[in-house]
């Protein structure tokens, strides 16, 4: 029998068209490396979140493609796009070499805004990052050098610990979102929090783990970006 969060996370739809290709498939080109994605932006858009993942992860992890739905149907766009090449991405799987590369992930993601910024789609939007755990940290060292260009951070489960030295410079307001199970994640986000100096917040998820498998959790995680991303990337909030 199917657990509650593998029903939650069948809830995002098939996103292919009737050719069987997945929708809104983009090479993002990030300096030297050409990275597969997909964008979907809504009619109306206000700004569009980028999402940087986790160790070991991808564009295709099923929890970041559950938010990302949540967040366009809150009228949000979004990119989900893979941080490595392929190449990089199989000597990783054997070597774990580029996924606590948090200056290397950083580059592809401030790569991939400079990219954005350029395509039909995201000219005059506004820029949000959505990190996990590793990709917390890349999304806060991006966010603290483009500070012009990303106006809000969400960070889930997120090792911030390991972006420190970029707190400071960080001006996007940023979330940080923690299970209350997940002791050890959670005390290194309360501990960085007041390195922070623009608006920021920590939401505990209780009851739920490092990974928000829990029923209802990851609904919450959602629903937490949600508001933050509308608020922060609305083009009524001041800059």
Do not use: C
Not at 43 to 56: C, D, K, M, N, Q
Not at 142 to 163: F, L, T, W
Not at 167 to 178: F, G, K, N
């Amino acid at each position: 029998m199917p657990s509650a969060q593998d029903r939650t996370l069948k809830e995002v739809p098939n996103m292919e068209d009737a050719h069987g290709t997945e929708k809104g498939l983009v090479t993002v080109e990030a300096y030297s490396a050409r990275l597969e994605g997909r964008l979907l932006v809504p009619e109306g858009a206000p700004g569009i979140v980028l999402f940087a993942h986790g160790s070991g992860s991808s564009r295709h992890s099923p929890r970041n493609r559950f938010v990302a739905e949540r967040l366009r149907g809150a009228g949000l766009g979004t990119l989900l796009f893979d941080l490595l090449t392929a190449e990089e991405e199989a000597v990783d799987r054997r070597t774990r070499v580029h996924r606590f590369n948090i200056e290397l992930l950083a580059e592809r993601l401030v790569g991939a805004t400079d990219w954005l910024l350029e395509q039909p789609q995201g000219g005059g939007l506004r820029i949000g990052y959505f990190g996990s755990s590793t990709g917390s940290a890349a999304a806060l060292v991006a966010a603290a050098q483009r500070p012009g260009a990303v106006h809000a951070v969400v960070s889930r489960g997120g090792r911030v610990d390991m972006a420190e030295s970029a707190l400071p410079q960080v001006e996007a307001p940023t979330l940080l979102i923690v299970g209350g199970r997940d002791t050890q994640v959670l005390a290194l986000n309360r501990r960085m929090l007041p390195a922070l100096q623009a608006e920021s917040a920590l939401e505990v998820v209780e009851g739920a783990g490092h990974l928000f498998e829990e029923p209802g959790a990851l609904e919450q995680v959602a629903e937490l970006a949600g508001r933050w991303f509308v608020r922060h990337l609305s083009f009524t909030d001041s800059p």
